[in-house]
């Protein structure tokens, strides 16, 4: 078998994939940069009209990791510390969320942002948490906005361990949910640490 070698000089963008879901309202387009022997993947989500590139997201989001025990993460969990207070819309569940599966997975966890229906008083809100798969074989939910374990899903106030979403990272969270705002984490850290 011959190997051919050939030398790219320059960027050379090739669009790869482009998606077009609800009319044109959202659309992704995933395209390599070529620079030598280096390949890089940019990924962009257009939500009406307004364009959102992976590159976006800080660059080595997920470090590499190794799964880890139940007892692993209880003890991750319990010197967790949230990078700024909870407030609504700007560092709520869904950046809590983020943040907190950033954090397991870069310790070695493998975790999962979930999402589903809270009730808050008598009226339903979607809400966001996190799940962790660990190597003892558990499944592990983590209310993300006070960094507690749930041991069980709460009749009348969250189904932890029944999501309707499970995303395996936030750029699926990003895809499905087209919105990168909810799920910004650094953003609201920089804005509450200038």
């Keep these: 078998m011959k190997t051919r070698n050939r030398s790219l000089k320059g960027s050379v963008v090739l669009a790869v994939f482009v998606c077009l879901v609800c009319v044109g309202v959202f659309s992704v387009v995933l395209s390599l940069d070529l620079d030598g022997d280096n390949l890089t993947v940019f ?3 257009s939500i009406r009209g307004a364009r959102i590139l992976t590159n976006d997201i800080p660059e080595h989001y997920y470090p590499a990791s190794e799964c880890q025990s139940t ?4 003890r991750f969990v319990s010197g967790l510390v949230l990078p700024r207070e909870i407030e609504a819309d700007v560092f709520d569940c869904s950046e809590s969320s983020a943040f907190v599966e950033w954090a397991l997975e870069g310790a070695g966890f493998d975790a999962r942002i979930a999402t ?3 009730f808050r008083g008598p009226s339903e809100v979607n809400h966001a948490w996190v799940i962790v798969y660990t190597t003892d074989g558990s499944r592990v939910a983590i209310e993300a906005t006070n960094l507690t374990i749930v041991h069980g899903d709460i009749p009348g106030i969250c189904a932890y361990y029944h ?5 395996s990272d936030i750029y699926e969270a990003i895809r499905d949910t087209k919105n990168l705002d909810d799920w910004d984490w650094w953003q609201a850290f920089s804005e509450a640490n200038p």
Excluded: K, M, Q, R
């Design 71 to 74: 007892p692993d993460l209880e």
């Design 43 to 45: 990924e962009e989500i």
């Design 116 to 118: 589903g229906h809270a």
């Design 163 to 167: 999501p309707e979403f499970e995303y």
